[in-house]
């Protein structure tokens, strides 16, 4: 059983320009550090890739650490956390915010809700946004949006998981592309290159984690769903993410690892990521992975999903982690 947790922004909340941004605080991740040393056997990302490749066995609760998005956090932050403890992780940083230096709509969509105090006030704003592009593109109605916005989120209020959904998905790419940018340079920042520079982390940067004996994944170009991009599209992403790790590495990769934007992939992102040479697909289903049987859909826990604290007494999730697989058991909820 090997259980795989989730990582964004691990920064001390309290002393950056954004206080509420959802994100795991430094004490918090070096409390959960200490509970996942204490409880769990933290693997390599390159012996999770010879396990998968039968070249090895995975020991007894084993656990990987995956930290998505390129995050200048997981340099600042993380890293030096990591490599004192001798921890090895996965890095997953998307292709655009290092090579155009700017920022990805799903970051801006974080900033300005950790700007703007009244969720429903934004709310507003969105749908009257929205009201203006109604007239260059088809949209649906006002009440469609609501429906097909609404929903419990897994860890936000209603109004923001209506807002993310809305921002992230429902609306057509060029219309979220175009409210994401207005909200953000009217609540955020003006200037995309350098909040670009504060927020990711430069080649650079990647390339030092490379040498630490970190993994860098892919994370896609421009953090779009996977599954809703044409299969030429989806082909030239994979492309563009590869040459990324080929600049970070300064080989081609091979056997690496793929963190899916949102989660979001088809039977023919596997296809096209099979023939690339990638050997790991890391999934947002919530989960633990039973066995390495289906390598490129493997699910993850989010860090919110376990203690942050060594002394913390054993959770669901790492319970469930030492019971015995059963040949077809269906993944813990
Ligand atoms: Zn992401």
């Known amino acids: 059983m090997l259980t795989i947790v989730m990582y964004h922004y691990v920064r001390d909340l309290a002393r950056t320009r954004f206080p509420e941004i959802r994100g795991l605080s430094t004490h918090r991740f070096e409390g959960q550090l200490d509970y996942l040393t204490k409880h769990y056997t933290v693997c390599r990302p390159d012996e999770v890739v010879a396990a ?14 995956t930290f998505d998005d390129g995050l200048k956090d997981h340099y600042t932050t993380v890293f030096p956390r990591l490599e004192e ?5 996965v890095f997953c940083p998307a292709v655009r915010p290092v090579q155009e230096h700017t920022v ?13 105090h009244d969720p429903r006030r934004l709310v507003d704003e969105v749908l009257s946004l929205v009201e203006a592009h109604r007239s260059a593109v088809a949209l649906p109605d006002p009440l469609t949006l609501y429906r097909m916005g ?5 860890f936000d209020s209603p109004d923001v998981t209506f807002l993310k959904r809305l921002l992230q998905r429902v609306l057509p790419p060029r219309v979220r592309a175009d409210i994401c940018r207005a909200l953000f340079q ?15 982390m430069d080649l650079a940067q ?34 563009q993410t590869m040459s990324l790790l080929e600049a970070v590495i300064g080989r081609r990769p091979t056997n690496w690892i793929m963190s899916y934007p949102y989660g979001s992939y088809s039977k023919h992102t596997l296809d096209l990521l099979q023939e690339a040479g990638c050997a790991v697909g890391l999934t947002t289903r919530v989960g633990l992975v039973p066995d390495l049987s289906s390598p490129l859909e493997l699910a993850r826990l989010d860090t919110n999903d376990l203690p942050c604290a060594g002394d913390a007494p054993l959770s669901e999730w790492t319970k469930r982690g030492r019971e015995p697989v059963e040949a077809g058991a269906a993944q813990p909820r």
């Open 52 to 65: 998968v490749q039968g070249d090895t066995v995975l020991p007894p609760n084993a656990c990987l650490l």
């Open 85 to 89: 403890r001798g921890i090895a992780a």
């Open 104 to 116: 990805l709509d799903v970051h801006m969509i974080h900033f300005v809700l950790a700007s703007v």
């Open 206 to 239: 990647l390339r030092c984690l490379a040498r630490y004996g970190m993994a860098i994944g892919g994370h896609g170009y421009g953090h779009d769903w996977l599954e809703s991009l044409a299969p030429a599209e989806q082909r030239e992403d994979i492309r």
């Open 186 to 200: 009217r609540y955020v920042s003006a200037d995309l290159p350098s909040f670009a520079e504060e927020l990711y």
């Open 150 to 154: 609404a929903g419990p989120g897994r």
